[in-house]
């Protein structure tokens, strides 16, 4: 298994402000995703975080909005930029490992006022 | 690709009664598929997994969920729902293949409510 903590928690923001999301695994994994929940929604994949390279991003999302860093194999940053209300969504960390399930962090609940 | 499909976005069971509910899924290759759950204001917890194994697969809190590749299904159950159980639950595949890619793919939820 692993243990994944993500911090914030939960955050309040304004609008046109950025938040960045940090993800510390207790063990070195090789994938590293980050999914977006939004309000009453499931879950969809922004990007795969890659150790020493750029993220790969899913359709829909972009770099620009998204910035991802990753710079070793038990931490993660996600970065959501220039919030707008629409960024309001429950912003989750993911690690997988072959052959095993994937495990999730608490989350970190954002609220773009 | 694959994909996931939820019949249902709410259920609503009595205390005791049976938990019933339903996934199927679509995939190129033979898939690993997985039941999350998720406790109101909290991140999501594996229930249970198949991974090519046993076709019938036991997860935790009492719950198990059958793999049935004619009707490419994985329905989740219960034989008797408990309070606790109240949360949304999701179905999620992803490819049972070589490789890196353990990227999942949710259905978008089931919530369960049981009522006294």
């Known amino acids: 298994s692993a243990v994944i903590s993500q911090k914030p928690s939960r955050d309040i923001c304004q609008r046109g402000t950025s938040l960045t999301i940090q993800c510390q695994v207790d063990s070195q994994v090789t994938m590293m995703f980050w999914y977006r929940q939004q309000p009453g929604q499931s879950l969809t994949l922004i990007a795969t975080?890659?150790?020493?390279?750029?993220?790969?991003?899913e359709s829909g999302f972009v770099i620009d909005k998204f910035p991802i860093s990753r710079p070793n194999l038990t931490f993660s940053t996600l970065t959501v930029s220039n919030m707008s209300p629409e960024d309001s969504s429950i912003y989750l960390c993911?690690?997988?490992?072959?052959?095993?399930?994937?495990?999730f962090g608490q989350g970190t609940r954002l609220t773009v006022v | 690709a694959q994909s996931v499909t939820q019949l249902g976005s709410h259920v609503s069971v009595s205390e005791g009664a049976l938990v019933l509910l339903r996934c199927n899924y679509s995939s190129s290759v033979p898939p690993y598929l997985f039941w999350y759950v998720q406790y109101p204001n909290q991140g999501l917890q594996l229930l249970l997994k198949y991974t090519s194994a046993a076709t019938l697969v036991k997860g935790i809190n009492g719950f198990e969920a059958e793999f049935k590749k004619s009707e490419t299904s994985f329905h989740l159950t219960k034989p008797s729902a408990h309070m606790s159980d109240a949360a949304e639950y999701f179905c999620a595949v992803r490819k049972n293949s070589g490789g890196s890619n353990y990227k999942l793919t949710f259905g978008k939820g089931t919530l369960l409510t049981v009522n006294p």
């Open positions: 993911s690690v997988g490992r072959p052959n095993t399930e994937a495990f």
């Open positions: 975080a890659n150790q020493g390279s750029e993220a790969t991003y």
